[in-house]
């Protein structure tokens, strides 16, 4: 069974860290290339940032650059977003996605599997 699992998010004060985990079963995440897009509510779905399977080169939203970091663990099968120095404007549900052709892009169509989405919430 093709599915993504998502694990790390919960409630922090500003200027703290998460590591926020995608995990795969069915595929292998590794040769995928992976999004994460987040959304609060009443707004459309963001992108973040992704990890491209060709090259393992990685792009960030403006947002985000030089707080949050995409890496893999090809062993675990596993993906993740490290969040640092949170914002209040960080809060919302984050997702990741994946490609498994290893293209993927900036946006959300681009991405065939979805996780469940983790709720992320910054107080401040």
């Known amino acids: 069974q093709v599915q993504l699992v998502q694990s790390g998010g919960g409630l922090v004060q500003a200027g703290d860290s998460l590591r926020l985990s995608c995990a795969a079963s069915g595929f292998t995440l590794g040769l995928s290339a992976v999004g994460w897009f987040r959304q609060s509510p009443g707004k459309a779905r963001d992108f973040i940032g992704a990890?491209?399977?060709?090259?393992?080169?990685?792009v960030y939203a403006d947002s985000v650059k030089g707080r949050f970091t995409i890496s893999r663990d090809n062993a675990k099968n596993t993906v993740y977003l490290q969040v640092n120095s949170l914002k209040f404007e960080d809060t919302a549900v984050y997702y990741c996605a994946a490609d498994p052709a290893g293209f993927g892009g900036q946006t959300a169509d681009k991405y065939g599997y979805w996780g469940q989405g983790t709720q992320v919430t910054v107080s401040s």
């Open positions: 990890v491209m399977h060709f090259g393992g080169s990685t």
